[in-house]
């Protein structure tokens, strides 16, 4: 049988790319899926997919089944941030980070469950904006709250169905990561003053974490872990 694979989606910047390099580095086998995957981290083995499209989705997992293949973990890093009013911002924002953020999320848990191992984990990247609604958080906010939802449903249907996969979100606060400049597209301005004013996690102390929870014993399953730099003010 072949060798497990740790799945990381996003897997092309910021916290999917750092976080499958340190898997890499710790000698696990990864699986990365992004559009881009010139810019998967070495060593990483490349699944090109665009999340947006349910039916590529589908056939991705069901390609690994008929390859044999498990899953020792997922990640599920990919993610989209645009700042999109409720009040007066574009529905089609709305509609991409719902597809991104929240629709695609679910799907590869669900198509991942039949391939995890017996002991396999899914982390599932949220916010703080998935705790708390920012005064800037428009409809970026409700897809994070969303995923927090998501990860405890999933970990609910699993312990009522007897299956010892274990489900966890991670939640970081402000990441320096192209994600801040895409939310902060429409107004470049800010997105300097955000980063005079705030400290960033770096993508690196974030996928540390992350991997941390990969590494776990069985009997340990991690809820959800929020974190932000020691200098973020909000």
Not at 30 to 41: A, D, F, K, T
Not at 68 to 73: C, F, R, T
């Amino acid at each position: 049988m072949p060798t497990p694979i740790h799945l990381v989606t996003g897997a092309t910047s910021g916290i999917g790319q750092a976080t499958a390099k340190l898997l890499v580095e710790q000698g696990k086998r990864v699986v990365g899926i992004g559009r881009s995957i010139e810019r998967l981290p070495e060593g990483v083995e490349p699944a090109q997919l665009d999340l947006r499209d349910v039916s590529a989705i589908k056939n991705f997992f069901q390609s690994l089944a008929d390859d044999q293949e498990s899953i020792a973990s997922l990640l599920n890093s990919a993610g989209l941030a645009l700042s999109s009013r409720i009040s007066d911002g574009d529905p089609d924002d709305w509609q991409r980070m719902w597809e991104i953020n929240v629709h695609a999320l679910a799907l590869c848990c669900q198509c991942a469950l039949p391939l995890m191992e017996e002991d396999g984990l899914i982390v599932n990247v949220s916010s703080q904006s998935g705790h708390r609604v920012p005064s800037a958080g428009g409809f970026y906010a409700p897809t994070k709250f969303a995923v927090s939802a998501i990860t405890e449903a999933l970990r609910k249907e699993l312990r009522a169905a007897g299956r010892r996969v274990r489900v966890g979100a991670f939640s970081p606060g402000f990441v320096d990561t192209p994600i801040l400049g895409d939310y902060l597209r429409r107004n470049p301005d800010r997105e300097q003053q955000l980063r005079d004013a705030q400290a960033l996690l770096p993508p690196a102390a974030v996928a540390s974490l992350i991997v941390s929870m990969i590494n776990q014993p069985p009997e340990v399953e991690v809820g959800d872990i929020l974190v932000r730099a020691r200098g973020q003010v909000s």
